[in-house]
Nanobody
Framework: QVQLVESGGGEVQAGESLRLSCAASGDTVNNYVMGWFRQAPAKEHEFVAAVSLNGGTTDYADSVKGRFTVSKDRATNTLYLQMSGLSLDDTADYFC??????????????????WGQGTQVFVSS
């Protein structure tokens, strides 16, 4: 069973970049489809990005496509989310998640079995 711990959140100005990390322990990231979700104040969880077992295939929400990049690093056993061109709408708590279920929609929150505790991103103008 994998344990996930996010880091890298903070406050940035609009237009700036930030990289979130999700350190995995107890198992290797390549055994899981992994994703990032976010939850803005008073809103539901929203899919952000996901990456396949071997890291070769990715999926992004339309709202972040072209600005965010999800990746895995087997050597550090870490999932990353590189965010650029941040806007006020990106303010949220960001969560990483992992699942052993490789079929189905990676955008469905119910697919994921393991979750981190979240890291907060605040974008100011």
């Amino acid at each position: 069973q994998v344990q996930l711990v996010e880091s890298g959140g903070g406050e940035v100005q609009a237009g700036e970049s930030l990289r979130l990390s999700c350190a995995a322990s107890g198992d290797t990231v390549n055994n899981y489809v992994m994703g990032w979700f976010r939850q803005a104040p008073a809103k539901e969880h929203e899919f952000v990005a996901a990456v396949s077992l071997n890291g070769g295939t990715t999926d992004y929400a339309d709202s972040v496509k072209g600005r965010f990049t999800v990746s895995k690093d087997r050597a550090t056993n870490t999932l990353y989310l590189q965010m650029s061109g941040l806007s006020l709408d990106d303010t949220a708590d960001y969560f990483c998640a992992a699942t052993t279920v490789v079929s189905g929609s990676w955008r469905q929150i119910e697919l994921y079995q393991y979750w981190g505790q979240g890291t907060q991103v605040f974008v100011s103008s």
